[in-house]
């Protein structure tokens, strides 16, 4: 049983900034995968940023220059630095994980989400 457990969502003013964190613990062996996604009402689910297995960034071109992903192997942990926030990225922030579990399998772990809502 692996949880992710998310904090840092709020309510900003455009132009302002948000950190979101997201803690894994759990039956974890080894972790390959490690980011954010958001959802708004009626759309699908996206990918924001995230660390592939071989530890490169990917960001989606619409954050790219105001959002910042980083990590703490030793937490199983990683955050996202939101600066420069627009009103257009307000939507539920979802950790994700792809996780190897110590009782052997590969499988992919999302957390309850986060509000971010950004005013005008």
């Known amino acids: 049983q692996v949880q992710l457990v998310e904090s840092g969502g709020g309510t900003v003013q455009a132009g302002g900034s948000l950190r979101l964190s997201c803690v894994a613990s759990?039956?974890?062996?080894?972790?390959?995968?490690m980011g954010w996604y958001c959802q708004s009402p009626g759309k699908q689910r996206e990918l924001v940023a995230a660390?592939?297995?071989?530890?490169?960034?990917i960001y989606a071109d619409s954050v790219k220059g105001r959002f910042t992903i980083s990590r703490d192997n030793a937490k199983n942990m990683v955050n996202l630095q939101m600066d420069s926030l627009k009103p257009e990225d307000t939507a539920v922030y979802y950790c994700?994980?792809?996780?190897?579990?110590?009782?052997?399998?590969?499988?992919?772990?999302w957390g309850q989400g986060t509000q971010v809502t950004v005013s005008s």
């Open positions: 994700n994980a792809d996780v190897r579990a110590t009782t052997g399998g590969t499988f992919r772990f």
């Open positions: 759990g039956s974890i062996l080894q972790i390959n995968f």
């Open positions: 660390f592939r297995s071989d530890d490169s960034t």
